[in-house]
């Protein structure tokens, strides 16, 4: 324990003990079985309603139990039920007021665009020095919430963080709950619904509304009866406002890991966002300052893709072009055709060069053909699945779809052509009057200024200019130059690796309720990891 701190159970209040009730649909709700409920031909362990599915909420999906603890209060907080509608009510007042914010956003863009500016510039947030002393050892039980398969690889590797560092200081393995996929349980989390599964559907946002609402009420009521220490969102923040808005009403502390990236467009969001949770990490070097400014709490622990990318070995350059046409089936449709009549177009000018497809999704490799052959691009273009960085090294220029894979080209310091076709007017016009940056890809986001040559286009592409901006690139001369040089210098502010073990030693802290007092200063916001039950 920290000089000047308290035990992890000192002063906290005990919960009276109320006798097991029976809610609706027969299934008593137990207060000393390790999993919690058991019903009609049940067992203690989860949930039973029914055969397990994955996907399904209310059904515990995990093969993993829990390891036994002893009796559990009654929860606090209101029921599963009146906490969704709760949260319902919120989510539809904040979409009664959409357009009027949209407006009022389109009015003030000049100036949202002069504030980020001066961040953009400023130097990077230096990382915030993580906890070193979490309590006196106990069984921690956490929930841990992944609504899509991105989110969901951070979120694994932020467990096993999280394990290690309670391993490394003689701590039990915790008691993890959540949402997520297959991958999450295998790591031994007692899930409780699989909106990754879902996600990978496809359906439109009024076809899924119900499964959504269903899943947030069986999350709501595993916080509750499972006397959850730490309720930690990865990404997704369409998801997890509302489900840590529902946590805070269970008396259950709030992490996201992944700050939302209300800094591109409709800011007013963080309002909201600065009441729900108490603690978000942020990835991005002006990210701190930008949610101070709304009264958020942060934590900068950098990016947890540096945690994953392999060394970076340096490789002569050769003629070689990659094409990243994204992972999802629909960008891919709109954006891949374009790509290909760039590299057609920049093949007849300098012959000989190979080009790939590159694309780690491999259940995505039969979309890619079909469209290879319809573009008459199967005889010079080559699909490369899986090992993207050693199909990265070496490489002369790429042309990508914005997103994360940005890093990874900036990891390989591969000048790259930066694409995004929208679908819609709407979105056209979102593009032109409610973003608040002054740019869309990551790459020059951390360099402070324009590095790679970005297109944002709605309808027939401007190919005239696209292949120029891929010329500049790929010649050696005053634009191939610049752009190496901005590389550099935009992955010097992303910072160092770690961001998964200082993610873990924040969230750890938090769920313990317990800051030393030197860690309360350097917070700026006492009132962080100090909230009792």
């Not at 559990?72 to 007042?93: C, D, F, K, Q, Y």
Request: charged fraction near 20%; aromatic fraction near 6%.
């Amino acid at each position: 324990v920290p000089a000047g701190g308290a035990s992890v159970g000192a002063g906290r209040p005990a919960r009276r003990r109320a006798p097991a009730e029976v809610p609706r649909g027969g299934r008593k709700r137990c207060g000393s079985a390790a999993g919690g409920c058991s019903g009609p031909g049940g067992a203690a362990g989860g949930i039973r309603g029914g055969p397990a599915a994955a996907g399904k909420p209310g059904t515990l999906v995990s093969a993993a139990s829990p390891a036994p603890m002893a009796s559990l209060p009654r929860p606090v907080g209101p029921s599963p039920r009146a906490n969704l509608l709760t949260a319902l009510v919120e989510t539809l007042g904040q979409a009664v007021l959409l357009p009027a914010r949209l407006l009022g956003d389109a009015l003030a863009r000049d100036r949202r665009l002069a504030e980020f500016r001066s961040l953009w510039t400023a130097p990077p947030a230096p990382m915030d020095p993580p906890p070193t002393a979490f309590g006196t050892p106990r069984v921690l039980t956490l929930f841990l919430s992944c609504a899509e398969a991105s989110g969901e690889h951070h979120g694994l590797y932020l467990l096993r963080a999280i394990e290690a560092e309670l391993a490394a200081a003689g701590w039990p393995r915790p008691r993890w709950f959540g949402l997520g996929g297959a991958r999450l349980g295998e790591a031994g989390v007692t899930r409780v619904g699989d909106p990754v599964a879902r996600a990978s559907m496809g359906f439109g946002v009024a076809k899924a509304l119900p499964y959504y609402l269903r899943l947030l009420e069986s999350a709501a009521a595993t916080l509750q009866r499972e006397r959850v220490d730490l309720c930690i969102g990865v990404d997704s923040p369409a998801l997890h406002g509302p489900l840590a808005g529902m946590a805070k009403r269970c008396g259950v502390p709030t992490l996201q890991f992944v700050a939302p990236q209300h800094w591109a467009w409709a800011p007013w969001r963080s309002a909201a966002w600065a009441r729900r949770v108490d603690l978000t990490l942020t990835l991005l070097p002006f990210e701190p300052a930008w949610f101070a400014a709304r009264g958020v709490r942060t934590r900068h622990v950098g990016h947890p893709i540096l945690d994953e990318l392999p060394e970076r070995q340096p490789a002569p350059s050769r003629p070689r072009l990659v094409l990243l046409p994204g992972s999802r089936r629909s960008v891919i449709a709109r954006h891949l055709p374009v790509q290909l009549s760039l590299a057609k177009a920049l093949r007849a000018r300098h012959p000989g060069i190979e080009v790939l497809v590159a694309q780690g999704r491999r259940e995505l490799g039969p979309q890619i053909e079909a469209i290879l052959g319809a573009e008459g691009a199967a005889d010079w273009a080559r699909l490369a699945l899986g090992d993207l960085h050693g199909h990265l090294a070496g490489a002369r220029a790429a042309i990508t779809v914005s997103g994360t894979v940005l890093l990874d080209l900036l990891h390989q310091r591969i000048p790259a052509l930066v694409l995004y076709r929208v679908e819609s007017a709407f979105e056209e016009w979102l593009g032109r009057r409610a973003l608040s940056v002054p740019c869309f890809g990551i790459t020059n986001l951390l360099a402070g200024r324009m590095v790679l040559p970005e297109f944002g286009f709605r309808g027939a592409p401007p190919l005239a200019a696209l292949g120029q901006a891929l010329e500049q690139l790929w010649d050696d001369g005053p634009a191939r130059t610049a752009a190496l040089a901005g590389l550099e210098q935009a992955a010097e502010r992303l910072g160092p690796p770690g961001a998964n073990r200082r993610a873990a030693a924040w969230a750890l802290a938090l769920a313990n309720r317990e800051f030393s007092p030197a860690e309360r200063e350097a917070s700026r916001a006492p009132a962080v990891g100090l909230r009792t039950r």
